[in-house]
């Protein structure tokens, strides 16, 4: 799964470990997600968007979608 949240996270001038805490979970976390070794759990999804007030298709994009 792509995502933007490396660029999101940038644009506040937060650190890894930042985000990772005020969503609840580890720096290595954080990496795992914006590298795509790792998707996050529906639950955590949610909570990022809601920090970041989008929604959250405009974070967390399907790379197996249609035309990929």
Known sequence: MDN???VLRAERGWSQAEL???VGVSR???NAIETGKHDPSLPL???I???FELP???IF???QGAGK
């Open 28 to 30: 290595q976390a954080v």
């Open 20 to 22: 990772g805490g005020r």
């Open 45 to 47: 999804a949610f909570k």
């Open 4 to 6: 933007r949240l490396r």
């Open 61 to 63: 994009l399907d790379s």
């Open 56 to 58: 959250i298709e405009q």
């Open 49 to 51: 968007a809601r920090l």
